[in-house]
């Protein structure tokens, strides 16, 4: 059973760059049955996607967001990371990793969450 | 960009009621549509794919409904462990982009 797991700072200056890091445990993500995505949370609000990628390197991304956004791959760690530039508070959010199952069009399974703050 | 439209924002209700969520689409997705149930704190859950695709494990008091522009989420007799947010998500496969609805707050009546 496929399961992941976020990591990376909780607090982030405004203008600098948040990271974060998605573990894949349980399967492989050189698997080509899943694509992998983010999606954040800002607190108290809903979901918004930002981007998926698969191993290979084909990536999608959500195009209010694009211009700040890169995401790559560690298939030795097993480990898909997510980079966005020039932070403001409205970066504050819990930020999930995820699978996307070939063909489903749907998010699962998530990882549990991690908060990133903004501020200075 | 393909909007999503979900309907009502919070809906209160009682244990062993029936309720129905609806979600729109701007132009047709097809079947391209996911549900997804989240508790304070939690991550989303997936219930249903594919429109009325019902996740292994999902009881089956939910199930999904629709296809082009219209969709429904309905839950057939509420259980004390249904209240919560639930979320419609899209996905435009021309794009290729997803897009969560705005949320549905489930609540006790």
């Known amino acids: 059973q496929v399961q992941l797991q976020e990591s990376g700072p909780g607090l982030v200056k405004p203008s600098e760059t948040l990271s974060l890091t998605c573990t894949v445990s349980?399967?492989?993500?050189?698997?080509?049955?899943?694509?992998w995505g983010w999606i954040r949370q800002p607190p108290g609000k809903g979901l918004e996607w930002i981007a998926s990628?698969?191993?290979?390197?084909?990536?999608y991304y959500n195009p209010s967001l694009k211009s700040r956004v890169t995401l790559s791959v560690d298939t030795s760690k097993n480990q898909f990371s997510l980079r966005l530039r020039s932070v403001t508070a409205a970066d504050t959010a819990v930020y999930y990793c995820?699978?996307?199952?070939?063909?489903?069009?749907?998010?699962?399974?998530w990882g549990q969450g991690t908060l990133v703050t903004v501020s200075s | 960009d393909i909007r999503m439209t979900q309907s009502p924002s919070t809906l209160s209700a009682s244990v062993g009621d029936r309720v129905t969520i609806s979600c729109r689409a701007s132009?047709?997705?097809?079947?391209?549509l996911a549900w997804y149930q989240q508790k304070p704190g939690k991550a989303p859950k997936l219930l249903i794919y594919?429109?009325?695709s019902l996740e292994s494990g999902v009881p089956s008091r939910f199930s999904g409904s629709g296809s082009g522009t219209e969709f429904t989420l309905t839950i057939s007799s509420l259980q004390p462990d249904d209240f919560a947010t639930y979320y419609c998500?899209?996905?435009?496969?021309?794009?290729?982009?997803?897009?969560f609805g705005q949320g549905t707050r489930l609540e006790i009546k």
């Open positions: 990628m698969h191993y290979s390197g084909s990536t």
């Open positions: 995820a699978g996307l199952p070939f063909g489903a069009a749907m998010f699962d399974p």
């Open positions: 349980g399967g492989s993500i050189s698997s080509n049955t899943f694509y």
């Open positions: 998500q899209l996905y435009d496969n021309d794009s290729p982009t997803y897009t």
């Open positions: 594919k429109a009325s």
């Open positions: 132009q047709s997705i097809s079947r391209w």
